[in-house]
């Protein structure tokens, strides 16, 4: 099955540097990779995602990059804001079922 | 308006009891799905179903039973609870099995004393 590795697991930036998170996955097949920030006691929400036909995507302050090759794709914050500080989690889908497997998640801390 | 409710929002039990966790989405999306979070933050798709049929199975031990009455609704039983099943447990919709965007509910978090 797909296995997703997100790094790192955690980071810490000063507001207004940027941030970037790195994924990985094992199955060529997959076809949608996309982003969810959770907040403390909240649910996971997408912020942006990105499908195996194009090789970047943005919105705002948030790009993302995906090599099909290489089968890495990234998160890019820029300006950070406190309010960016949350666990992102990248994940990545195959076409049957829509089924999403998880990276492990990066703690991201926003410092003012 | 919440899109995807979750009710109980905490559930603090004991092992070898029985409870129920209710999922209700009003986005009338045909596909739901219940999510497993663990203390370490891991998110692992356990069911899904799509139309009230069942899709996905995550090797989930049978004592998880999931129940969809409808479409707008997923529900969670787990018969004899034990310490290992302590966590976040969240329900997501989507539209359809090929609309990509998952949408998550608050969360239901279960102790197991």
């Known amino acids: 099955g797909e296995n997703v590795e997100q790094h790192p697991s955690t980071l810490s930036v000063q507001e207004g540097d940027s941030a970037v998170i790195k994924c990985t996955y094992s199955?060529?097949?997959?076809?949608?990779f996309p982003w969810y920030k959770q907040e403390l006691g909240k649910g996971p929400q997408l912020i942006i995602d990105?499908?195996?036909?194009?090789g970047e995507k943005k919105d705002q302050r948030i790009a993302v990059t995906l090599n099909k090759t290489a089968k890495h794709f990234s998160l890019h914050i820029t300006e950070t804001q406190p309010e960016d500080s949350a666990v992102y989690f990248c994940?990545?889908?195959?076409?049957?079922?829509?089924?999403?497997?998880f990276g492990g998640g990066t703690r991201v801390l926003v410092k003012p | 308006d919440t899109a995807v409710s979750q009710t109980p929002k905490y559930l603090v039990t004991q092992m070898g009891n029985d409870k129920s966790i209710k999922c209700e989405q009003n986005l009338g999306h045909d596909t739901m799905y219940w999510y497993k979070q663990d203390s370490k933050k891991f998110l692992k798709i356990m069911f899904s179903y799509n139309n009230k049929e069942l899709i996905i199975n995550e090797t989930v031990p049978n004592r998880f039973s999931p129940k969809s009455p409808d479409k707008a609704h997923l529900n969670l039983h787990i018969n004899s609870l034990e310490l290992g099943d302590s966590a976040v447990y969240f329900c997501?919709?989507?539209?359809?099995?090929?609309?990509?965007?998952?949408?998550f509910g608050p969360g239901t978090r279960l102790t197991v004393l």
């Open positions: 994940a990545a889908r195959k076409a049957a079922g829509n089924k999403l497997t």
């Open positions: 199955d060529s097949a997959s076809n949608y």
């Open positions: 990105i499908r195996s036909n194009v």
């Open positions: 997501a919709s989507s539209q359809d099995l090929a609309k990509n965007e998952q949408f």
